[in-house]
């Protein structure tokens, strides 16, 4: 099965820093990779996500590269802010595959911390 | 947009009692469902697959006795955690998936089930 390792496990960055969250990924065939904040007791929230089709996509603040080559992408947010403080998981699948069930890997999650 | 709501989303009970907790898509039809544990300052794991009309599909290790998932219609699944114990106490999560065949899934706000 599809296995998601993820770092740093923590990481603490003064604000206005950038962050960067790494993951890395074991199943080829894995296509969809989204990435969700998840506040404390709350439900996990997609922040943004990137299909293997596509190397790079932005949305304001937040970025995700993709490198199927070497089996990993990671997360970039810049101009942190302390309300980005939250823990961050990445995740894979495949999909969209009826049979496959589009089952969510979930890596090991990174607690960041935005100092002001 | 997609919502999944959660019931209860707290629940305490003795050890040996069964609980359940109900997961529903609002405004969506889900062909699939998902139910996560979550247990503290840890990522989230699969335990099963609930597919509407069909039997659920578990994770390796996780019970299919002492979790009964019932999936009976397109916007309800069901997760009963049966002679509940203390290893039980864990945040549960459901997740669905559009029948439009989307990649995303939407997550439940989640249960926190606590076993005395």
């Known amino acids: 099965g599809e296995n998601v390792e993820q770092h740093p496990s923590t990481l603490s960055v003064q604000e206005g820093d950038s962050a960067v969250i790494k993951c890395t990924y074991s199943d080829s065939a894995s296509n969809y990779f989204p990435w969700y904040k998840q506040e404390l007791g709350k439900r996990p929230q997609l922040i943004i996500d990137?299909?293997?089709?596509?190397g790079e996509k932005k949305d304001q603040r937040i970025a995700v590269t993709l490198n199927k080559t070497a089996k990993h992408f990671s997360l970039h947010i810049t101009e942190t802010q302390p309300e980005d403080s939250a823990v961050y998981f990445c995740?894979?699948?495949?999909?969209?595959?009826?049979?496959?069930?589009?089952?969510?890997?979930f890596g090991g999650g990174t607690r960041v911390l935005v100092k002001p | 947009g997609a919502v999944v709501s959660q019931h209860p989303s707290w629940v305490i009970c003795k050890s040996g009692t069964s609980v359940k907790i109900e997961c529903r898509s609002l405004d969506f039809q889900a062909t699939t469902m998902f139910w996560y544990r979550q247990f503290p300052k840890q990522s989230l794991m699969l335990m099963a697959t609930?597919?509407?009309?069909?039997?659920?599909?578990?994770e390796q290790g996780v019970e299919k006795d002492k979790f009964l998932i019932n999936h009976a219609s397109l916007t309800l699944s069901t997760l009963t955690v049966t002679s509940a114990h203390p290893e039980d106490s864990s945040f549960y999560i459901c997740?669905?998936?559009?029948?439009?065949?989307?990649?995303?899934?939407?997550f439940g706000p989640g249960t926190r089930l606590t076993v005395l």
């Open positions: 609930s597919n509407e009309g069909s039997k659920a599909t578990y």
């Open positions: 997740s669905a998936r559009d029948r439009g065949g989307s990649n995303e899934q939407f």
């Open positions: 995740a894979a699948s495949r999909g969209p595959v009826e049979a496959a069930g589009n089952k969510l890997t």
């Open positions: 990137i299909r293997s089709n596509v």
